[in-house]
């Protein structure tokens, strides 16, 4: 079964750290772009990073550049978002899903962790 | 940035209805564009992809068209599991930007 389980969410004060993972399985991992998205809770959903089947591409969204980093380990059929100087506004649910291989729709979805930035 | 809005934000539709949602693009994005379900306390799920591609295991009931600026996804005849929020997502551009959303509830 093709499928991509995220971890590593939780509760976290303003100005911390947080590292969420993606496993992913059922399919060649790098063979595919992959993406975080992420939801505010009763907002919509927004596109956080990108990062392309070696590495070597990787884009984020104007609000989380320079604070979060997107990384993957093809070995370990695993993505990463290192999130640091989070803000209350970064609570959300984190989506991890993989990339279509015809474009950058996202055609396989996680059911998400939950960050919540709060003192 | 390009921006995407949706409308209607709300929708009210009983089952069987033909059932239509627009997304504009703030530029062109060719057929770049992308339309997602989402049920509550759900992840998103791909309907449509490249405009008017439908996603393997989506049904038929599920179409989309346009190209340039402007897309519609319809829902020929709406079903009970239909009732949603769907919103569109281009990816044109490295900033891949969704719309606000659209919920389709009972009348």
């Known amino acids: 079964e093709v499928q991509v389980v995220e971890s590593g969410g939780g509760l976290v004060q303003p100005g911390g750290s947080l590292r969420l993972s993606c496993a992913a399985s059922g399919f060649t991992f790098s063979s595919y772009w992959m993406s975080w998205v992420r939801q505010a809770p009763g907002k919509g959903l927004e596109w956080v990073a990108n990062i392309k089947q070696d590495g070597s591409e990787k884009y984020y969204v104007d609000s989380v550049k320079g604070r979060f980093t997107i990384s993957r380990d093809n070995a370990k059929n695993s993505l990463y978002l290192q999130m640091n100087s989070l803000r209350a506004e970064d609570t959300a649910v984190y989506y991890c899903?993989?990339?279509?291989?015809?474009?950058?729709?996202?055609?396989?979805w996680g059911k998400g962790t939950t960050v919540t930035v709060s003192s | 940035d390009i921006q995407m809005t949706q409308s209607p934000s709300t929708l009210s539709a009983s089952v069987g209805d033909r059932v239509t949602i627009t997304c504009r693009a703030s530029q062109s994005i060719s057929s770049w564009l992308a339309w997602y379900q989402q049920k509550p306390g759900k992840a998103p799920k791909l309907l449509i992809y490249k405009a008017s591609s439908l996603e393997s295991g989506v049904p038929s009931r599920f179409s989309g068209s346009g190209s340039g600026t402007e897309f519609t996804l319809t829902i020929s005849s709406l079903q009970p599991d239909d009732f949603a929020t769907y919103y569109c997502?281009?990816?044109?551009?490295?900033?891949?930007?969704f719309g606000p959303g659209t919920k389709v509830d009972i009348k």
């Open positions: 899903a993989r990339a279509g291989l015809t474009g950058y729709y996202m055609d396989v």
């Open positions: 997502q281009q990816y044109n551009s490295y900033s891949f930007t």
